[in-house]
């Protein structure tokens, strides 16, 4: 069953195609890698998709709904949460408060309600930190709640970003370069953080350089070069492609993936 697919999907900047007549379908239930090289429109793509960039043309479909359009506090209601390339925590407020701000759209008790701490707005209050607390269990952040989260280690405001994504347990989770600065430690247990994630139930769509870490967890992979898919399919199948690999991954890549077929343990990048 797809969750997730885009038809035609195209966004124009002044002279430049970002995205360019992408067709893509992200299955319920896998992890999904979107991968190509610098500039290939990765994140153009994760834009349109959760909604901050509108498309030029194509569309959109979200488990059903033609999403093309919609604001993203729609598309988060829909059960679409996404963490950024760049971290975006608010450092001063605690690791617990970060979580929160996650959770803003889920808490229905209204404004009325809140000013006047009404009964309602507790039991929401409650609610939402029960959720908050179970995405940092998830996550393996519980015993650093009540830190500030700019005096996190690099890896743990990255894993910081993904439980405030997964408090609203989003059906569909977008995480752009998640191991993104992270050393092989930090990225072998982000690979089982997403593995947890996708069993227990959100499929997982991401972008990633490290090639080890893509063909570790992911079930499918697309393959974007000049904002135009180039390969869709299992990873295996990326392997069996080296002309696809050296074209737009470069020599190097296609030696390690190579050499990986050959038994040889995962080499980042
Ligand atoms: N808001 C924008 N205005 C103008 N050009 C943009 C904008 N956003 C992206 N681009 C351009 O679109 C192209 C695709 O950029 P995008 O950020 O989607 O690539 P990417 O695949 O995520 O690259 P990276 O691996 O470096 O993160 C680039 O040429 C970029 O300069
Ligand atoms: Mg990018």
């Known amino acids: 069953m797809t969750l997730l697919s885009t038809a ?5 900047f002044a002279g430049l195609v970002a995205v360019d007549g992408v067709d893509m379908a992200v299955e319920v239930g896998s992890v999904h890698a979107v991968i190509g090289p610098n500039g290939a429109g990765k994140t153009t793509l994760f834009n349109l998709i959760s909604g901050l960039v509108e498309p030029t043309s194509g569309s959109i479909d979200f488990n059903g709904n033609d999403i093309s359009r919609l604001p993203v506090h729609a598309r988060a209601g829909l059960g679409m949460a996404r963490s950024f390339q760049n971290i975006r925590i608010f450092s001063a407020m605690t690791v617990l408060e970060n979580v929160l701000t996650g959770l803003h759209s889920t808490i229905t008790a209204g404004v ?11 039991r929401a209050e409650k609610t939402a930190v029960e959720r908050a607390r179970m995405a940092l269990e998830l996550v393996g952040l519980s015993s650093k709640s009540e830190l500030l989260a700019g ?11 993904i439980a405030r994504a997964m408090a609203a347990h989003p059906r569909l989770l977008l995480l752009d370069e998640p191991a993104a600065g992270m050393n092989p430690a930090e990225t072998s247990s ?6 947890r994630i996708r069993d227990a ?4 769509l991401l972008v990633e350089h490290d090639m080890g870490f893509v063909m570790d967890i992911s079930d499918a992979v697309t393959v974007l070069n000049f904002g135009r898919r180039i390969f869709h399919g ?4 990326i392997r069996q492609e080296p002309a696809v690999i050296e074209a737009y991954l470069g020599k190097k890549m296609a030696a390690r993936l190579a050499a990986r077929k050959d038994g040889q343990k995962a080499i980042a990048p």
Request: net charge positive; glycine share 14%; no cysteine.
């Open 8 to 12: 035609g999907l195209t966004r124009k």
């Open 234 to 237: 299992p990873p295996g199948a």
């Open 112 to 122: 009325g309600a809140i000013v006047l701490r009404l009964p309602g707005f507790h």
């Open 151 to 161: 005096a996190l280690p690099y890896g743990d405001q990255r894993r910081l970003e």
């Open 201 to 204: 139930g959100t499929t997982v």
């Open 190 to 195: 982000l690979a089982a953080l997403v593995r």
